[in-house]
């Protein structure tokens, strides 16, 4: 079998990671890949957003899956033109992908499903949604509407945020026509937690939950990124609230979308609230998280082929998921500045080092690297994940964090309480 996977990032090292483990997997190609996976797979300079270039690379290879990693190509459609093609493609039509490409179509769709989320407007016009903005007072939450790599998002804690927020994102356009649109919402307090399920358009598979860590800098401060960091499970929804979930999310929105003459397939992803009045919905994705797909990955002790394979048949195969008793911890190195501008081109070393420290229970995956003429450097913001299994989260923090002292990189940084909440929740 061949497979190709698109994306550059580290959840696209940890999905050939997973798959390269299935002997029935004779070549996997990445487009268009980074360091790590040049290691283990084939790179293509192929673009995410180049459906018609991924769609002829893959009649070229004689592809036979494709996993679309990031949300680019799945909100462009690259799983209609698979099909057209006659090419399998694990993920969700553009209709259905629009849940993460439209934070406001997302929210028409839990309105209509009954899934419970914030109170929103949304507004094209940015006087109309000042005027709103100056109704529901502060604090208050903004977001750019379309795509915004993990960045479109303000939690004004007062009014001259609040307006400043709009004011960036509609007049100076800084998410371009994804924030052409925004939606305005309460803000939410609680407890935030990633849960993913494996869809096949009818039923819900849920992996174990996950706590992202969003801000730059410890204590959740500074502004958002694509996240610094995850672990799994997060204490506060084990395994005994799956079935919750699942009935009050998952079922009503696959119920929904497939009304709609578009069942979702592939991984849905809700971004949860843990609320005093009960759970609601922050987003959805139509895609693995990252970082939260690497701690998962690692814990996924079922084959990863299999049950994409059933997704897109319509038919899971299973009623439970298993994965590792133990916890696993990833640690994102990002390069000084970043979610800002940072530096590029630094010489990364270390690594083998780290994944000496534990076999099998270390795995350090790469986001922005390239590996050239032998020399591994840095070409992003989020540049390393490193990522630790154990069997309690003290050990797999510690674990992971020894991970982190191996890598030398100049002018990095990275987040020193990854899973901190998780500990104080278990308390």
């Known amino acids: 079998m061949r497979i190709l996977v698109i994306g550059q990032g580290g959840r696209e090292h940890a999905l050939v990671w997973k798959l ?31 459906i018609k270039g991924l769609v002829n690379l893959c009649i070229q290879e004689g592809i036979n899956l494709v996993v679309p990693a990031p949300e680019l190509p799945l909100t462009l459609g690259i799983v209609d033109a698979c099909r057209d ?8 039509d553009a209709y259905a992908a629009k849940l993460e490409g439209s934070k406001s179509f997302a929210k ?3 309105y209509a499903a009954g899934v419970p989320t914030a109170e929103f407007g949304a507004f094209d016009n940015y006087d109309d949604a000042v005027a709103y903005v ?10 750019a509407d379309g795509l915004a790599a993990g960045k479109g998002v303000v939690v004004a804690m007062n009014m001259t945020e609040a307006l400043g927020a709009l004011e960036e994102i509609m007049v100076g356009n800084i998410f371009k026509d994804s924030g052409s649109k925004v939606v305005i919402e309460e803000m939410m307090e609680g407890e935030e937690v990633s849960c993913l399920a494996f869809c096949d358009g009818e039923r819900a598979l849920l992996l174990p939950s996950a706590q992202d860590h969003k801000r730059v800098y410890d204590d959740d401060k500074g502004p958002n990124t694509g996240g610094m ?104 190195i990002a390069a000084e500045g970043y979610p800002g501008s940072y530096k590029k081109g ?23 690297t390239k ?16 990522t630790a299994l154990a069997p309690s989260l003290d050990e797999a923090i510690k674990l992971g964090y020894q991970g982190v002292s191996c890598i030398d990189m100049p002018y990095s940084q990275y987040r020193t309480d990854i899973g901190a909440k998780g500990i104080k929740n278990q308390k």
């Open 346 to 368: 630094m010489e990364i070393k270390g690594i083998t080092e780290a994944e000496k420290l534990a076999d099998n229970k270390l795995k350090v995956f790469h986001s922005g």
């Open 371 to 386: 590996l050239e003429n032998g020399v591994l450097s840095s070409t992003g913001g989020r540049v390393l994940c490193v």
């Open 134 to 143: 100056k109704a529901k007072g502060a604090p208050i939450v903004i977001k």
């Open 85 to 92: 093609a006659g090419i399998a493609c694990f993920g969700p």
């Open 229 to 332: 960091g995850a672990y799994s499970p997060m204490p506060l929804v084990l395994e005994n609230r799956h079935q919750e979930i699942l009935d009050l999310i998952f079922k009503p929105v696959l119920e929904h979308l497939k009304k709609e003459g578009h069942p979702f397939k592939g991984i849905l992803y809700a971004g949860l609230m843990l609320t005093k009045s009960g759970i609601k919905v922050v987003e959805f994705n139509v895609r693995f998280g990252d970082p939260e797909c690497q701690p998962l990955l690692m814990r996924l002790e079922d084959n990863l082929l299999d049950l994409m394979s059933s997704c897109i048949k319509g038919a899971l195969y299973k009623d439970k998921i298993n994965v590792s008793d133990d916890v696993s911890v990833g640690i994102v």
């Open 20 to 50: 390269k483990q299935d002997p029935r997997i004779k070549e996997i190609f990445v487009a268009p890949g980074n360091g790590g996976t040049a290691g283990i797979a084939t790179n293509v300079p192929v673009e995410v957003d180049d």
């Open 108 to 110: 028409d769709v839990m």
